[in-house]
């Protein structure tokens, strides 16, 4: 019976990966708004019913990719946060982490950031990632009640930052990896207070 449910949770897993890939590599190509439930099904090569049993449409499957996606960068700027607090190497790692696992074929942000993914998924991360840097740049501020000070320097950060990784996917990351980071960096300790 326990081999049964193991199987049974592997196939469950490889399909729900199979048709996470097949949305995702369907989204470079056009946004959400375009994709049908049967061209993610085909393109996963499963059937209608099968897809149906685990999501109810294509945005149902996004949410989910997106879902995913936001605890990612919630770990990423938690561990930002106690680099940010130490050490430029520590920092400069993160980075270049980001930029490399964006820079891997098939990248989930890769896609979600682009000009093809979901404008209210990418309102919300940047709201996220806003509020977050507000955080940290009010404790490392020396003055820490200038609330709109801090909001507009952590504006100002993650549209610079994420503005300049769009700019970097949509022209096919002409830009070396190391020199992006650097850019990155100096960014950061521009808007410091």
Same mark, same amino acid.
């Given at each position: 019976?326990?081999?049964?449910?193991?199987r049974?949770?592997?196939?469950?897993?490889?399909?729900?990966?199979?048709?996470?890939?097949?949305? =995702?590599? #369907? %989204?470079k190509?056009?946004? *959400?708004?375009?994709?049908?439930?049967?061209?993610?099904?085909?393109?996963?090569?499963? !059937?209608?019913?099968?897809?149906?049993?685990?999501?109810?449409?294509?945005?149902?499957?996004l949410?989910?990719?997106?879902?995913?996606e936001m605890?990612?960068?919630?770990?990423?700027?938690?561990?930002?946060?106690?680099?940010?607090?130490?050490?430029?190497?520590?920092?400069?790692? =993160?980075? #270049? %982490?980001?930029?490399n696992? *964006?820079a891997?074929?098939?990248?989930?942000?890769?896609?979600?950031?682009?000009?093809? !993914?979901?404008?209210?998924?990418?309102?919300?991360?940047?709201?996220?990632?806003?509020?977050?840097?507000q955080?940290?740049?009010?404790?490392?501020?020396?003055?820490?009640?200038?609330?709109?000070?801090?909001?507009?320097?952590?504006?100002?950060?993650?549209?610079?930052?994420?503005? =300049?990784?769009?700019?970097?996917?949509?022209?096919?990351m002409?830009?070396?990896?190391?020199?992006l980071?650097?850019?990155?960096l100096?960014?950061?300790?521009?808007?410091?207070?």
């Open positions: 019976m326990e081999k049964s449910n193991a049974k949770s592997r196939s469950v897993r490889r399909t729900r990966r199979d048709l996470r890939k097949s949305l =995702i590599e #369907l %989204m190509d056009k946004s *959400i708004l375009h994709i049908s439930a049967k061209e993610i099904y085909e393109t996963a090569d499963i !059937g209608r019913t099968t897809f149906y049993a685990h999501y109810k449409d294509p945005y149902n499957l949410e989910e990719i997106e879902a995913d605890e990612y960068v919630k770990d990423l700027l938690n561990r930002y946060e106690h680099a940010a607090k130490h050490n430029n190497k520590e920092m400069m790692e =993160i980075i #270049l %982490m980001v930029l696992d *964006i891997k074929e098939g990248n989930l942000l890769q896609v979600l950031l682009s000009e093809n !993914g979901n404008v209210i998924f990418q309102k919300r991360f940047f709201n996220y990632c806003i509020e977050h840097i955080k940290i740049i009010k404790s490392n501020s020396n003055k820490p009640d200038d609330m709109y000070v801090h909001e507009g320097y952590s504006v100002f950060m993650v549209n610079g930052i994420i503005g =300049i990784i769009q700019y970097w996917i949509k022209n096919k002409h830009i070396p990896i190391n020199t980071a650097e850019m990155i100096k960014l950061i300790h521009e808007v410091r207070l």
